[in-house]
């Protein structure tokens, strides 16, 4: 695996591997966009599914089959022991890049990539293969993080942070929550965060992360629609900020 890539993998098997979102918050999130009555019988691929907890979703939501992949291994065997926990057996979860995957052209019929292409050493590429084992007429989810105006800041201070040694991270991670609690506090408009995500450990997703790409919702609206998907779902904003966000696209390949 290119170095890169690896880097992507041992930083989530070191900071995420604990992290689990809450269940019921998630499923909230998860049916702004799905419902059982579209998933039941259906093959679902969970692209960088990270611990899992968007398989365990759509598997308690009557999917014939969810297949989780990720490069972290310390992310999937978390993800395996909530699978084993919840005792399903519709939910499988492998080591994969997604980049390249090993399944047929239209394996699945919904595609759900939450917070993972953009950390890709090609998030064009990631979606093309993820658009390649996607059905016709198949649903494909996209959650990206938004390029704003202030990217620029969030950008200094990743590139700056990546650079102090890693046994610090953790350190870093909760000072940086303890100070910035009562900003998120007070500009707490709207709540669309999954809860069960502490601040410190968005610090070191959004902050330490080694690869993250931005885009504009233009930039992948445009992109979908030249190969022909249509947008059926746009929501600006994931988080709490704008400027620290995920839009999201809910797209369908053309049939
Ligand atoms: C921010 S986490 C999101 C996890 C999960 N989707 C969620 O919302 O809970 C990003 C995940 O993408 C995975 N990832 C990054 N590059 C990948 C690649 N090339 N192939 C597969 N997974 C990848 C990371 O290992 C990590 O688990």
């Known amino acids: 695996m290119p170095m890169d890539k690896e880097r992507v993998g041992t930083f989530y098997d070191v900071v995420w591997t604990e992290y689990v979102p809450e269940y019921e918050a998630s499923e ?3 049916a702004l966009f799905f419902s059982p009555a579209e ?13 899992g907890i968007f398989s365990i979703i759509f598997a308690r939501n009557g999917a014939a089959s969810v297949t ?16 084993e926990k919840f005792g399903l057996a519709n939910a499988r979860f492998e080591r994969r890049d997604m980049l390249h995957l090993p399944y047929p052209d239209a394996a699945f019929d919904i595609v759900w990539a939450w917070g993972t292409v953009h950390h890709t050493i090609d998030p064009f590429g990631a979606m093309t293969e993820l658009f390649r084992v996607l059905k016709p007429g198949g649903a494909i989810l996209l959650a990206i993080y938004k390029k704003t ?6 950008e200094a201070i990743r590139r700056t942070l990546i650079r102090t040694p890693r046994w610090s991270w953790n350190v870093l991670a909760r000072l940086m929550a303890f100070f910035l609690a009562p900003v998120v506090f007070f500009f707490k408009k709207r709540e669309k965060s999954r809860k069960g995500e502490k601040l410190s450990e968005l610090i070191l997703d959004w902050y330490f992360v080694p690869i993250r ?28 900020f704008d400027s620290s966000s995920n ?6 390949k053309p049939a």
Do not use: M, Q
């Open 28 to 30: 909230k999130h998860w």
């Open 39 to 51: 998933v039941a019988g259906k093959a679902v691929l969970d692209a960088g599914c990270g611990t």
């Open 68 to 83: 989780g992949i990720d490069i972290s291994p310390g992310s999937l065997e978390t993800a395996t022991g909530l699978k």
């Open 149 to 154: 105006k202030v990217t620029w800041i969030h």
């Open 213 to 240: 790409h931005y885009y504009t919702p233009g930039e992948i609206r445009t992109f979908l629609e030249g190969k022909g998907f249509a947008v059926e779902n746009y929501l600006a904003h994931s988080g709490r």
């Open 247 to 252: 839009f999201i696209f809910k797209a369908r």
